[in-house]
């Protein structure tokens, strides 16, 4: 059977896209605005259409090969709220999601996927953009499933919760079955990076995997707008801080026999993980490579939605559209 079509936009480092490549689905276009994650799609899949520019200002009559696509999916970047107003802020992040619902009002694929922050389901601070989006696409004869979604559920090593809104043509709507849970048991921080953590010898990697017995806090890229590279705030940092990793940077290369890593002068008796270790901890596959320096690189792959949750995703939307 031919292969699915899909615009992906807000494309960042690739996980969504690479997670709907492997439920079958083709990408006909990729949009992102930064030139460090476009060089990260041409990098891994230099057969893609990669667009980089911003899409408040795209326009699809330009690129006619986005229309009659099957999917278009956003992972967009999170949408933040006031808890104490009760409202959404207003911001880039809301703006861009308005843009993802008339981009799907111009090209009126037959699904639409977007994922973003758990309170975007539920939420009563989001009760005015869902209602947003569904008075833009009803008429269209577009149905909602809001759901929320934990990606330990789905083989990755980390407590990420994600919102999803699944809007299907109406003649798809009730073929759709949200996707069941595949790991039950959870991998840990432990199980997913002993293999790297004992890459070059460290004699102690045993007794840390086996400490590092839960799966990770939510990884978080941070903003653009601060410092370099990190595990989080303070309470996550404690997090893992019990799991033996030092959450406060990166560090550029794994224990060695002795546990010594070169490049962490902070003498705790800490690890810090690698930029290729969050990858893993992220589920990306070890050749999946990310272009820039590192805090660029570890932006790419916090802000990412892991590629076995778009697989899982994807899989569910091809069911429906099959059917």
């Not at 995997?209 to 799966?215: I, K």
């Not at 370099?228 to 290369?253: H, V």
């Not at 272009?291 to 778009?310: F, L, N």
Request: aromatic share 8%.
């Amino acid at each position: 059977m031919s292969s699915l079509k899909f615009v992906d936009i807000c494309s960042g480092g690739g996980g969504m896209a690479l997670g709907l490549e492997q439920a079958g689905f083709h990408p006909v276009l990729l949009l992102d605005d930064k030139q460090v994650t476009c060089e990260t799609l041409r990098m891994n899949r230099p057969t893609w259409n990669v667009l980089q520019t911003d899409l408040l200002g795209f326009k699809p009559t330009d690129h006619r090969e986005t229309y009659d696509v099957d999917l278009l999916s956003a992972g967009l970047p999170r949408v933040k709220s006031s808890a104490t107003a009760k409202r959404v802020e207003t911001g880039s992040e809301l703006r861009l999601l308005e843009a993802a619902v008339y981009l799907a009002h111009a090209v009126q694929p037959r699904a639409l996927l977007i994922e973003n922050v758990p309170g975007l389901v539920d939420s009563e601070a989001f009760q005015a953009v869902r209602t947003f989006i569904q008075k833009e696409l009803e008429h269209l004869g577009y149905g909602f499933h809001w759901f929320i979604l934990n990606a330990e559920d789905f083989g990755v090593p980390q407590d990420r919760k994600q919102g999803v809104l699944i809007a299907l043509k109406r003649q798809y709507f009730d073929n759709f079955r949200r996707p069941a849970p595949i790991d039950a048991q959870h991998t840990t921080v432990g199980q997913a990076l002993h293999a790297s953590m004992s890459a070059r010898g460290w004699a102690g990697a045993d007794a840390w995997a086996a400490q590092a017995d839960h799966v990770a806090p939510t990884l978080v890229g941070g903003s653009e707008k601060r410092g370099g590279a990190d595990l989080g705030l303070t309470g996550t940092k404690k997090a893992w801080a019990r799991m033996g990793i030092n959450g406060a940077a990166f560090a550029d290369e794994v224990p060695g026999p002795d546990g010594v890593q070169e490049s962490d002068k902070s003498g705790s008796p800490l690890k810090k993980l690698t930029v290729d270790q969050a990858a893993i901890l992220q589920a990306f596959p070890t050749d999946w490579i990310f272009a820039g320096k590192k805090t660029a690189r570890y932006r790419q792959i916090g802000h990412a939605s892991p590629p076995p949750v778009g697989k899982a995703l994807g899989l569910a939307i091809a069911a429906a559209l099959r059917a």
